[in-house]
């Protein structure tokens, strides 16, 4: 999903999802996060979604 054109609120879409499928739920107070230079850089990926919603994914991002 953390592809160049794919967008942030997808990945957020596919692990709410795989999760709510297993009986989980995910928690919104939480994100993961970019990782570049520093260990917590944007973007931040909510752990919930909507298919295409939100930024685009760009070339330099790392996300975990």
């Known amino acids: 999903m953390a592809v160049v054109g794919n967008r942030i609120g997808?990945?957020?879409y596919a692990v709410q999802n795989y999760a709510e499928s297993h009986g989980f739920s995910v928690v919104r107070e939480l994100v993961g996060h970019g990782l570049g230079s520093n260990l917590h850089e944007s973007p931040?990926?909510?752990n919930y979604g909507k298919e295409?919603?939100?930024l685009?994914?760009?070339?330099?991002?790392?996300?975990?």
């Open 56 to 64: 685009n994914y760009k070339k330099d991002w790392l996300s975990l």
């Open 10 to 12: 997808d990945i957020g």
């Open 52 to 54: 295409e919603g939100a």
């Open 44 to 46: 931040e990926v909510p």
